[in-house]
Structures are given as C-alpha cells and as structure tokens.
Nanobody, 121 residues
C-alpha cells in the first residue's frame, strides 16, 4: 500500500488547511485510516483516526473541536480538515492506514511520507 499526502503548507494562526491522503495498491478489505504528527524534537502522536464506515472516529484532545477527519472510500482517500490552527499545531503530518483501531487508540500498518504544516503566530 502506498500513501501520498498533500495539502500541507504555511498558514497564519487562526487559519485553515485541508490535508488529503490517497492510498493505492490495496487489496480490498475494511481498513481504518488516520493522521499522526511529529513536531521537531517530540515523539510522533496520533491526531485523528476513522473506521472504514466512518462511523467511528477518534481525536486527540488537543484537536477536538478544531479538526475533522473524513474519508471517501470510492477514492481510497482520507482527509483532515484543520481549522483554528495554532502555532503548536506545527509539525510533519503523516497519513496512516490499516492496522487496529480501538476506542482510544490506533496502531496503523502503513505510513505515508509526511507533509509539513507550519502555523505562524
């Protein structure tokens, strides 16, 4: 499975960005998808995850109410709409695919290359 992220960039605090991640090379099966991020000098952390049906989602406390994860299974694509961005959201954002999604955790199998999001104050 290959994951290609897009939509990162530079934005001012309070602004919005929409990340996209397209998956290819998949043998059809129900799978979760999600987003992680890693700021400089920090460990990678989960941002949001979504089940195959979209009926189950998980968000890190730091992004609840500001970020929205969604997916289009016909396009094998997951999105992350990021609103009210803060400087502390600055990080490399990684798309994640497959693996195990629980009520408060997500352990993916595949990773994208990452896309930089920079929020200026």
């Amino acid at each position: 499975v290959q994951l290609v992220e897009s939509g990162g960039g530079l934005v001012q605090a309070g602004g919005s960005l929409r990340l996209s991640c397209a998956a290819s090379g998949r043998i059809f099966s129900p799978y979760a998808m999600g987003w992680f991020r890693q700021a400089r000098g920090k460990e990678r952390e989960i941002v949001a995850a979504i089940s195959w049906s979209g009926g189950s989602t998980y968000y890190a406390d730091s992004v609840k109410g500001r970020f929205t994860i969604s997916r289009d299974n016909a396009k094998n694509t997951v999105y992350l709409q990021m609103n009210s961005l803060k400087p502390e959201d600055t990080a490399v954002y990684y798309c994640a695919d497959d693996g195990e999604l629980g009520p408060d955790y997500y352990y993916p199998t595949y990773w994208g290359q990452g896309t930089q999001v920079t929020v200026s104050s």
